[in-house]
Every structure is written in C-alpha cells, then in structure tokens.
C-alpha cells in the first residue's frame, strides 16, 4: 500500500467502534455456552445488558489492551523497526500489577499474568511469552488474538505488515496457534479497508500463516462447512465436534473462538447485525470474539454499516474507559481513540494527521460522534430533547454537535454535560483506576452557534461538577452569557475548585427568559493549560480526594500526621494523577521517611517506566530520568534523616528541569527525550513515606 485510503480515519473510527459495540453486546454473558443463550436470551439481536442487569459501558480487557498495547510504536518512536521486546517495555509501562488491563489470575493459569511476571522477572518477549517457558496449553490461550487489531488498523491496505507486527505483538505474551491466529486478525483487519468481501479478507490472511498450522486448516475447514450449511448452527455444531472446549484445554483456549470468529464472519454476509447475531449467540468467550469480528465488519463496511438496520451506536455514545498507569487517559471515547490510533498509521505512512478545531478534545468532526457528552439526567433539568452530530454550523471545522431545545420552560435550567473522572469502580475482575481529565486552574473554552429559528434567546454558562462534601457533587460556574438566535458566542472560564476535590463533570447550562425551542450547535468544547492546585486533604469528609490518586505502590491512604501514607514493599513504587496535557510546570511535595531507600517527585509522568523524577536517594538529590532504564541526569551529595521533613520541587520547562530542596535550587539538567508531556507522581523505593503540601503550578 503506498497511500492510505482517502477515508482512513472514519474507517478506523468505525473499526474502534465496531470493536467496542462488539465487546458490550459480548460481555455481559462471557464464557456462557451456547444452550444457556438460546435457553434464557434466545438468539442475540441487540444489547442485553439491562436483561441481565448489568451496565452497558465496563471495563473489558478486549478494550484495554487493545488501545494499549499499539501505544508502543509511538512511544518507541522506531516505526516498522518496532521489537517485541519494546512492546514487552510497554506492558511493564502501562500496566499496574493486579489492578489493570489483564486477568491477573496467576502463573500458569492466566496467560498474560504470567507473561507480565516473564517481564517483570526480566525475561524480554518473546521468551516471555514462549511455549518453552510457558508450556503448549497456557501459550495457546486466546488473548493474543484478542488485543491485536490495533495492528492491523494502523496498517490499512497492508496486511502483511499489519500481520508481521502482530506476530511481534502476540509473541509477548504467547506462541504456536494463538499468534498464527491473532496474525489472521490483523491481516483481515488491514485488508478490510480495501476490500470488503469475507472470502477474499480469508483468502489474504490464510496465505500469511503456514499452510501446515492448525489455524489454516481451521479457516478451510470452517468455509467449507459454511458451504455445505445453509445455518450457521449446523457449521457450528461442527466446530463443537472437531474444534470444541473438550479437545482444547485451558481456561480459554484460541482455537475453538477462531473458529467462532471465522464462521460469523462468512455467515455475516459483511452484515454488522447479523455477524452480531451469530457470534454472540454461539456462545463461549463472546466479548472477545464479537468485538474482533465487529471491528473487522466495521472497517469493512464503514460507520454506515453499524447503522443499517440498527442504531449500535446510540446506547454507546462513544464511551470507553482505558485504565491503565497513564492515568489522565482512563477516561475517553471513540473518535479521540481512533484519531489516536490513525495517528501512528499517519506517521507510518510519512503523512500529517488532521487535527481538528485546533487540537479541540471534543470536536465532533467524526461523522455521527458525541464523543461521551450527553443529557444531564438530573430531574430538576428538562426542555433538552436530545444530542446528534449534524453537518455545518461550525467556524474552523466542518460538523457541531447539535443541542435541540423542546420547551425550555421560562426559569428552567438544562444541562449537557461529559464524564472527566469515571463514575465506576471495579467491574468483572478487572480494576478502574483514573485521574481527572479536568483540574483547577485549567481554562475550559467552548463555542455556541444558535440557529436563527431559535424562539428566545438562552442564558448560558459554562459548569463544572466536583465531588464536595461527604463527596457529594458541588457545581461550580463560570459567567452567564446570553446567546441570541442566529449569534456566535465563544466561553472562556478559568476553572477555581476547591482543594482536594476533583472534578468529576463538565458541561455547559442553559436557561431561559421564556419558552425556548429549537437548536443549538456546540462547536467545540475543550480545556487547555497546566493547572494550579493543591492535592492535600480537603476541609470535609469523603474519600474521593484520595482515590482520585492511581496506587501503583503497596499502600497508599490518609495519613493522620500528614495529608497521605504511601507505603513500598519492594522496588519502586508510585502514586499517580494528572494527564498528558501538562507540559510546563512545578510539583512540589514535602516527604517525611519512616524507612526509605528513595523517595521523591516526578514530573510528565507517562506511566511506570517513563518519568522525570526528583529524589532523596543513596547519601545524595539527584534528578532522573526513568525510561525503561534509570539514567541520572543530575546529582549532588545530600545527607537526609528519617523522620525530617525535606520539600522537594521539581520543575519541567521545555528541556530544562530544575530541582529544589526547601526552596532552594541545587540542581539543574537539560534533557531532550520525548518526555515532553505527562502527570505528576510521588515515588517511593522500599519504605514508608508521609507526604503532605503537594501541588502543581503551571
């Protein structure tokens, strides 16, 4: 492939949505056979959560590792010279033990917690994820297959690229069958954005693998049944008899879910609702394999496929949660994940990505996005009937969100808000972890365009929601503007919130002198600027000042002789908040050792390999570097006590960095690495810490 495809991006759009609609129709009766489906759900036509009383939007793996482990070709920088071992380094990066992206079910019973444990003890991939280390059974289990369409969507036209870096990605964490069939996954993957017919996606990807593999004989097994059945159930009683749980062990074994995969694809007739249908009621490791066939579908067939008979993608609304150790990331959506993902196809490719709106977080330039912003359900709100993605109305861009006013009654207010610290805790064995997206001290900027049908002009105010007391949800506001039919309006509001309270919504308010009916566009909605904030113990009760910190350490709580307790058994350990949009700033902390082998500050913080950091270490201070590898940029000798106070700053200013101790500054480095951008963190090596006074000033 020498160019990409002139819609690129929306296919990938619809590829991340396909997988994610996939994952949600898929989860909530994971691991059901197919005689407990057709018994109490009967064939699968469309979402069942709320039958099972369980939520649409969770946190899955299929989607955590998937738009996790593909960050390794930025990250890396090294393009098509991107290693296993490199992509080894992001697992250990992103990933906190026991908490995120993987089923931590232990050595030799989940696959990818063994291979993490390969990692950790350092043995770089691909041994870590070898049958020799591993044994046949665990390092044939599904997961490689399950994560691995990132590759192929940043590899479009091109599926023996997408279906080499697969094999590199999959060898991680297994071996044999299982990365010849995440390969074929890639492989259709990449080849869908060029060619939509199923025959021709499987004749593509079977020539990649070897003819003498389980997997090849699998597919031509598979179509040659789908030949001779006109029912997918009489093809699938087959893949029962030959391929079944019964003949490949584990907890989860590939074969039997490729095959899954490979029939509801051929009886799909490239139909996303029918593939739907069939691989969900087929029963066995159902999110898995439906969110790998909805992303095959949806970039074959492109955003009009996922809305030709049903609407898949109302109930969603492109939400999507991704915790993992980049904290201020946990929270997203589909259109921001798949600009994200074409961006490395962009750069693979030697061409620019767009950036929309100038660089706006909520643009809706994707056709039919809402990118998570929806409907404030608080009773006392009304006069909003609902939100859709419309051509036009738009300054710089080419789509707004529409806002449509229905009787906005005279003293009313409604509200149109978004998620910036998710509203879930942990969900089916799998943990959340997050920081806010929106901090004090930020500037959040929208723009308004009113349509001249409007009846009344609005008043309208930008708002945020953070947790107050005993965490109960305190609104703050920006200044009222009035918004007249036919008139541009442009917000700005310096967001001030209390110390300690993160906030958890943001939105905009409108009201009304008298009735008001028709519609609004929302241009943009977006934040930009390092924060100004203390993190310390806030003047009221509640707990969410302290979880809105990500533990990647042994403990970490309120400390009552300080604001936090943080506590290492072993190695290096870190406490995380704040996003990738902080550039230039200071963090400061004041750090009192109860036993220490270091401790210390970071700064651009881009998870657990990839910091600056300030610390008290070895009779010395010294400033590091922490890049899949400790590299001291700075140090001077220091003697500290256990149990005295010190103040350590550091501060990131481009390439310069700057350490303080007690307000002075005693050391300075330049660095040019790519840590440009990131949160902040404390970083404790085997000891007990109180920590207290911590900030961020832009």
């Known amino acids: 492939m020498t160019g990409l495809p002139a819609d690129y991006l929306e296919r990938v759009y619809a590829g991340v949505l396909g997988k994610i609609i996939g994952v949600y129709v898929g989860r909530p009766f994971e691991g059901w056979t197919h005689e407990r489906i057709v018994r109490e759900l009967g064939e699968i036509q469309w979402y069942v959560h709320d039958r099972l009383q369980k939520p649409l939007i969770v946190i899955d793996d299929d989607i955590s590792g998937t738009f996790?482990?593909?960050?390794?070709?930025?990250?890396?920088?090294?393009?098509?010279?991107?290693?296993?071992?490199?992509?080894?380094?992001?697992?250990?990066?992103?990933?906190?033990?026991?908490?995120?992206v993987l089923w931590w079910g232990g050595m030799g019973m989940s696959t990818e917690h063994t291979a993490y444990l390969r990692l950790k003890a350092g043995i770089p991939a691909?041994?870590?994820?070898?049958?020799?280390?591993?044994?046949?059974?665990?390092?044939?289990?599904?997961?490689?297959?399950?994560?691995?369409?990132?590759?192929?969507?940043?590899?479009?036209?091109?599926?023996?690229?997408?279906?080499?870096?697969?094999?590199?990605?999959?060898?991680?964490?297994?071996?044999?069958?299982?990365?010849?069939?995440?390969?074929?996954?890639?492989?259709?993957?990449?080849?869908?954005?060029?060619?939509?017919?199923?025959?021709?996606?499987?004749?593509?990807?079977?020539?990649?693998?070897?003819?003498?593999?389980?997997?090849?004989?699998?597919?031509?097994?598979?179509?040659?049944?789908?030949?001779?059945?006109?029912?997918?159930y009489d093809t699938f009683y087959r893949i029962v008899e030959r391929y079944g749980y019964h003949r490949y062990g584990g907890n989860c074994h590939v074969v039997p879910n490729h095959a899954v995969v490979i029939m509801s694809l051929l009886y799909s007739g490239g139909d996303f609702g029918r593939g739907m249908t069939v691989v969900n009621t087929a029963g066995w490791d159902t999110d898995c394999n439906s969110g790998n066939v909805g992303c095959i579908?949806?970039?074959?067939?492109g955003l009009a496929g996922l809305e030709e008979r049903l609407d898949w993608r109302g109930p969603v609304a492109d939400r999507m949660v991704l915790?993992?150790?980049?904290?201020?990331?946990?929270?997203?959506?589909?259109?921001?994940?798949?600009?994200?993902v074409a961006e490395i196809g962009y750069a693979l490719a030697g061409q620019v990505p767009p950036k929309f709106k100038n660089g706006a977080r909520y643009h809706f330039e994707l056709p039919g996005s809402v990118q998570g912003l929806m409907l404030d359900d608080d009773p006392s709100?009304?006069?909003?009937?609902?939100?859709?993605?419309?051509?036009g109305h738009s300054v710089s861009?080419?789509?707004?969100?529409?806002?449509?006013?229905?009787?906005?009654?005279?003293?009313r207010r409604a509200r149109v808000r978004r998620e910036t610290y998710p509203n879930m805790g942990d969900s089916g064995g799998y943990g959340m972890v997050a920081s806010p997206t929106l901090f004090s001290g930020q500037r959040v900027r929208a723009r308004l365009l009113a349509d001249m049908a409007l009846t009344s002009a609005v008043h309208v105010r930008l708002y945020a929601s953070v947790a107050g007391p005993d965490d109960i949800p305190v609104r703050l506001y920006g200044a009222e503007h009035v918004l007249e039919p036919g008139q541009t309006l442009d917000l700005e509001w310096t967001l001030i919130a209390p110390e300690g309270c993160p906030v958890h919504w943001v939105g905009l308010e409108f009201a009304s002198e008298q009735r008001a009916d028709g519609a609004l566009y929302l241009d943009y909605l977006t934040w930009d600027g390092e924060p100004n904030l203390s993190l310390g113990r806030p003047a009221h009760r509640g707990e969410r000042w302290l979880t809105a910190w990500t533990r990647a350490c042994s403990s970490f709580i309120a400390d009552p002789e300080g604001d936090y307790r943080m506590i290492q058994n072993e190695g290096r350990g870190l406490v995380l908040q704040g996003t990738r949009e902080w550039h230039n700033y200071t963090v400061e902390a004041t750090l009192t050792a109860n036993l220490?082998?270091?401790?210390?500050?970071?700064?651009?913080?881009?998870?657990?390999?990839?910091?600056?950091?300030?610390?008290?270490?070895?009779?010395?201070?010294?400033?590091?570097?922490?890049?899949?590898?400790?590299?001291?940029?700075?140090?001077?000798?220091?003697?500290?006590?256990?149990?005295?106070?010190?103040?350590?700053?550091?501060?990131?200013?481009?390439?310069?960095?700057?350490?303080?101790?007690?307000g002075q500054a005693v050391l300075e480095a330049t660095d040019t690495s790519d840590l440009c951008d990131g949160g902040i963190g404390l970083v404790l090596e085997e000891g007990r810490i109180a920590a207290c006074a911590v900030s961020v000033r832009g």
């Open 323 to 340: 915790p993992t150790a980049d904290v201020g990331r946990t929270v997203t959506d589909a259109a921001t994940e798949a600009l994200r």
């Open 297 to 301: 579908l949806g970039v074959a067939r």
């Open 126 to 232: 691909p041994a870590s994820g070898s049958m020799a280390l591993n044994g046949q059974v665990v390092a044939e289990q599904i997961g490689a297959q399950i994560f691995i369409d990132g590759w192929g969507m940043i590899c479009p036209g091109d599926p023996e690229r997408a279906a080499e870096l697969a094999r590199r990605a999959a060898t991680v964490s297994h071996d044999g069958e299982a990365v010849y069939a995440a390969q074929v996954v890639a492989a259709m993957v990449a080849q869908a954005f060029v060619e939509p017919r199923v025959d021709v996606l499987l004749d593509t990807a079977s020539d990649l693998i070897p003819r003498h593999s389980l997997i090849y004989r699998l597919i031509a097994d598979v179509r040659e049944w789908s030949n001779q059945h006109p029912s997918w």
């Open 397 to 411: 861009g080419s789509r707004s969100l529409a806002i449509t006013l229905a009787g906005l009654a005279a003293g």
């Open 68 to 100: 996790t482990f593909v960050r390794a070709m930025p990250d890396q920088g090294v393009g098509m010279a991107l290693t296993a071992e490199q992509i080894g380094q992001t697992w250990l990066n992103y990933l906190i033990e026991g908490r995120t």
């Open 381 to 391: 709100c009304d006069g909003l009937a609902s939100l859709s993605n419309v051509p």
């Open 596 to 662: 220490a082998k270091s401790m210390g500050v970071a700064a651009r913080v881009q998870g657990l390999q990839r910091y600056y950091a300030l610390e008290l270490a070895d009779g010395c201070l010294r400033l590091v570097r922490e890049r899949y590898g400790r590299t001291v940029l700075a140090t001077v000798p220091v003697v500290w006590e256990l149990y005295k106070p010190y103040r350590l700053s550091l501060t990131v200013q481009g390439t310069q960095l700057v350490g303080r101790l007690d």
